[in-house]
């Protein structure tokens, strides 16, 4: 009790002092405290915004490289339409394809029944020319739409993961 007394006695005679010490310090302690706060909270933004910018980036490039392998599937069909056409036809079919099976995941379920087409068609014979052509265009589509749809999820994927980041 007698500690009480000694302190409020102190508080009473030293009001002005109180106040001209107490009330400083006591908001610069408070402003540090919100300060280290913010900051926490800017580094954490800062580091979904990265991640979401990088997850951006990798979708051009997928988006990118989606058009390259719709450029070389219609090469691929185009080229199927010219039978017998000379060895620069052959080796510029072979390159599109190439390309098409270096690109594609092995794991897509269109890729075999892509590699039938196409063996149906170096076998062809100018009767059955449009039809392998219009076999290698219905399953182009479906290897580019399922390409189409993991891009898709994987945004979708990505913003819900920076949603529940970012909250």
């Given amino acids: ?51 979401l910018d990088r997850e951006l980036k990798l979708s051009d490039y997928r988006q990118a490289w989606i058009n390259e392998l719709r450029n070389d599937l219609a090469l691929l069909s185009s080229l199927s339409l010219a039978p017998n056409s000379g060895a620069e036809n052959t080796i510029a079919f072979n390159a599109a394809l190439s390309r098409i099976l270096m690109r594609v995941n092995p794991q897509n379920p269109y890729i ?25 265009v219905k399953v182009s589509r479906l290897v580019l739409k399922q390409e189409w749809e993991r891009l898709k999820k994987d945004l979708r994927d990505t913003e819900i993961s920076y949603e529940s980041d970012a909250a």
């Fill in 1 to 51: 009790m007698e500690y009480v007394q000694l302190i409020s006695d102190f508080a009473s005679k030293h009001k002005d002092l109180i106040s001209l010490i107490g009330v400083p310090l006591l908001s610069a302690i408070v402003a540090w405290f919100a300060s280290v706060r913010a900051t926490k909270i800017t580094q954490k933004a800062q580091v979904v915004r990265r991640g």
């Fill in 112 to 136: 075999p029944e892509l590699e039938k087409v196409v063996a149906g068609i170096r076998d062809y014979n100018l009767v059955n020319v449009q039809a392998k052509q219009d076999e290698l």
